[in-house]
């Protein structure tokens, strides 16, 4: 039941549906919604590392607020002046914050796209409409964590040699990791080649070529595509209300918040956090099997 194993059409609607929404809704409310249902799902799928990646993406939101600010002058509430003389308002202020912040939130829905979708999933997907493109994507995802095997097994092997990245002074180090790195990309070249004629040998790109796949489209999938588009409706409404806009020039104006606008809130972090809690519960649910046959 978890997220990642409902249908790759369904996963492909989901993030473009979220990132759309994330990009369209400039009110505050959604945007945070947005934001902290992404940092919660992409803390779930990569623990540590996705809350140290979403984190650390407030600063540079903060910095690039501070430097609309200083370059973008319009509102009504003067904050200061800098040191040219032109007026640092508090609208500016907010505007440069929620661009900042949208595109924080855009990155961490691409995060949690990257942890769900596999290469098998962007096969499948792409493999009927471009065969090629599809071979270069799948190419393309499954490179980076060979890289960085492939670079710890050449590190491992330098340093036998004792030209590891980390021995040897500063400018040995700098050389080492030269060198090591000639070394990757010499492999990467030679495997990206490799592939390739892999493929090509194998008919990939051969005109009305079938493609063998796992997935299926059942009553499960079906289900979480009506609600899907039950949240999609429900947000079109709070859309076509003017419920997620906000207008900073000349002053902040925001559309008064009403009991409809909760529950418009609520649809949305329902719908934002809909992929973690499927996550939960299968993790749940298999957890209390386990525990059932081998308890």
Not at 10 to 33: G, H, K, M
Not at 38 to 67: D, E, I, Q
Not at 121 to 145: C, N
Not at 204 to 229: E, G, P, Q
């Amino acid at each position: 039941m978890r997220f990642d194993s409902y249908h790759p059409t369904i996963n492909a609607i989901y993030f473009a549906a979220v990132i759309f929404c994330s990009i369209a809704f400039r009110q505050p409310i959604y945007l945070a919604l947005s934001f902290c249902c992404g940092v919660c799902y992409l803390t779930k799928l990569r623990g540590r590392k996705g809350l140290f990646f979403s984190l650390s993406l407030l600063p540079f939101a903060t910095l690039f607020a501070l430097w609309y600010a200083f370059y973008h002058h319009f509102g009504v509430t003067v904050l200061r002046q800098n040191f040219i003389g032109n007026d640092i308002t508090a609208e500016s202020l907010l505007c440069g914050l929620t661009y900042g912040v949208t595109v924080a939130a855009v990155l961490i829905w691409l995060g949690c796209m990257h942890a769900i979708f596999t290469a098998d999933k962007v096969v499948y997907l792409f493999g009927r409409i471009s065969p090629r493109l599809s071979l270069f994507l799948s190419i393309l995802l499954r490179t980076v964590p060979r890289m960085k095997a492939q670079y710890r097994r050449i590190n491992d092997a330098q340093r036998a040699l004792g030209r590891g990245s980390d021995q040897g002074n500063l400018w040995q180090r700098f050389c080492h990791r030269l060198r090591i790195c000639s070394i990757l990309i010499t492999w990467l070249i030679e495997s990206l080649v490799t592939s390739s004629e892999s493929m090509r040998c194998r008919g990939y790109t051969l005109r009305h070529r079938t493609a063998f796949s796992i997935y299926r489209f059942d009553l499960r999938d079906r289900t979480l595509v009506i609600s899907f588009f039950a949240c999609f409706t429900a947000l079109a409404m709070a859309y076509l209300l003017d419920q997620t806009s906000i207008l900073f020039d000349p002053a902040m104006i925001l559309t008064p918040i009403t009991p409809i606008s909760c529950v418009f809130y609520i649809i949305y972090a329902t719908f934002c956090l809909l992929p973690m809690a499927l996550q939960i519960i299968g993790e749940y649910r298999f957890a209390r099997l386990r525990m059932q046959n081998y308890g």
